[in-house]
């Protein structure tokens, strides 16, 4: 089983470019593109400029959400998304940041273009894989920097009586009927929540 560094690495080494989401003094989400520049096991590591609005939502807030895609269409994508806090590390790893990423040379190319920057820190988060392009799909959540996982999704609880509509409505067909009450294979589930409206009995829980 994959561990959270897995998909921290991949973020960063195989899609790199994420839409990050912050909220603003009015409570509003703002997005933005931002590339996650490196990893290590518990955290991600991005570079802004001091002087965005980007920088003085994540100060004031500590916190973003992002989502980054790879594939060329729907059914050969992955999708992964993360949320977490942040905090500000300043400028001393930003040779390393610009050493591992040598393109924001061209942005930033001499030293005083370069004290505009800061480095942030994804230091503890939980995130979600969902993989599009194997049948079934593949979801995995992960938690990282010490943060705590929640289960979600749907669970069948024991008022199960094993009638099996639930079944006949999973697209996914990851309803495990070896024993009752049933069990949804989270790994695979889309949470659509067919499954809860096709219950006759209440027996599927949606957390």
């Known amino acids: 089983m994959k561990n959270a560094e897995y998909y921290l690495r991949y973020l960063v080494e ?12 009015d409570g509003l989400p703002v997005t933005a593109a931002i590339d996650m520049m ?11 400029a001091k002087g965005k609005g980007f920088y003085d939502r994540l100060v004031k807030r500590g916190f973003l959400a992002l989502t980054a895609l790879s594939g060329g269409d729907t059914l050969s994508s992955a999708a992964l998304s993360i949320r977490g806090n942040v905090r500000e590390l300043g400028s001393g790893k930003i040779p390393d940041l610009f050493e591992k990423n040598p393109y924001m040379r061209s942005i930033y190319p001499t030293e005083e273009s370069m004290r505009a920057l800061t480095v942030f820190q994804i230091y503890e988060g939980t995130g979600e894989w969902f993989d599009l392009s194997k049948k079934p799909i593949e979801r995995v959540s992960f938690s990282f920097g010490g943060a705590k ?12 009586t094993g009638c099996g509509r639930c079944v006949g409505a999973c697209p996914q067909s990851c309803i495990d009927t070896r024993n009752i009450p049933y069990a949804i294979l989270q790994d695979h589930c889309l949470r659509c929540g067919n499954c809860l409206a096709a219950c006759p009995s209440g027996a599927v829980e949606r957390r």
Do not use: M, Q, W
């Not at 490196?38 to 802004?48: E, G, I, V």
């Not at 996982?149 to 199960?160: A, L, S, T």
């Open 14 to 25: 195989e899609i790199h470019t994420t839409v990050v989401a912050t909220v603003d003094d």
């Open 38 to 48: 490196d990893c290590d096991a518990d955290s991600l590591y991005f570079l802004t």
């Open 149 to 160: 996982k929640k289960p979600e999704g749907y669970f069948i609880g024991r008022n199960c």
